[in-house]
Nanobody, 124 residues
Framework: QLQLEESGGGSVQAGGSLRLSCTAS????????LAWFRQAPGQEREGVGVLNSDGTTTYADSVKGRFTISEDKEKNVLHLQMNNLKPEDSGMYYCAADPDSIRVPLKRDYFENWGQGTQVTVSS
């Protein structure tokens, strides 16, 4: 059974940094895509970035140049390094997985496996 658990959320002032982690387990093989999504109150869940099985990444325009996704394959941990945070980056951040694809679009409908989320709050 595929399981995802996020950690690392917290409160930070604008311009600060946070590093989120997602511990993943239960993959049947090495073909999977891992992504970060976020959702602010009253807003739809939106994609932040995806790390595809072929090593490519896709980021939302709003975070390009500020956020970086990486994976520690040995520990099966996905990281999201967030720099120069802005108040509009606040929200619940979710880890998501597609355990079958080599590459997927950064769209919610492509992911069936989700973690419980970790809260990020950026104050101005």
């Amino acid at each position: 059974q595929l399981q995802l658990e996020e950690s690392g959320g917290g409160s930070v002032q604008a311009g600060g940094s946070l590093r989120l982690s997602c511990t993943a387990s239960g993959f049947a093989d090495d073909v999977y895509c891992l992504a970060w999504f976020r959702q602010a109150p009253g807003q739809e869940r939106e994609g932040v970035g995806v790390l595809n099985s072929d090593g490519t990444t896709t980021y939302a325009d709003s975070v390009k140049g500020r956020f970086t996704i990486s994976e520690d394959k040995e520990k099966n941990v996905l990281h999201l390094q967030m720099n120069n945070l802005k108040p509009e980056d606040s929200g619940m951040y979710y880890c998501a997985a597609d355990p079958d694809s080599i590459r997927v679009p950064l769209k919610r409908d492509y992911f069936e496996n989700w973690g419980q989320g970790t809260q990020v709050t950026v104050s101005s």
